[in-house]
């Protein structure tokens, strides 16, 4: 696993729990989360991107 994904996956983790454990019915509340979660995700993807050119 790169050090990239092992310093973000706990901290997906734990929103992944937080946005599992909020009812269905507090839908921004959980878009929030999917919002957080994509983006780090998505930040994870970047770097890698990046450091497979250095």
């Known amino acids: 696993m790169s050090p990239?994904?092992?310093?973000y996956n706990?901290?997906?983790t734990n929103l992944l729990r937080e946005h599992d454990r909020l009812p269905h019915?507090?839908?921004?509340e959980?878009?929030?989360f999917q919002r957080r979660i994509l983006f780090l995700?998505?930040?994870i993807k970047m770097?890698?991107?990046?450091?497979?050119?250095?």
Do not use: C, G, Q, Y
């Open 4 to 7: 990239i994904r092992e310093h």
């Open 10 to 12: 706990p901290i997906i």
């Open 41 to 43: 995700m998505t930040t």
């Open 47 to 54: 770097e890698e991107f990046s450091n497979s050119f250095a």
């Open 25 to 28: 019915d507090r839908v921004e």
């Open 30 to 32: 959980r878009k929030s």
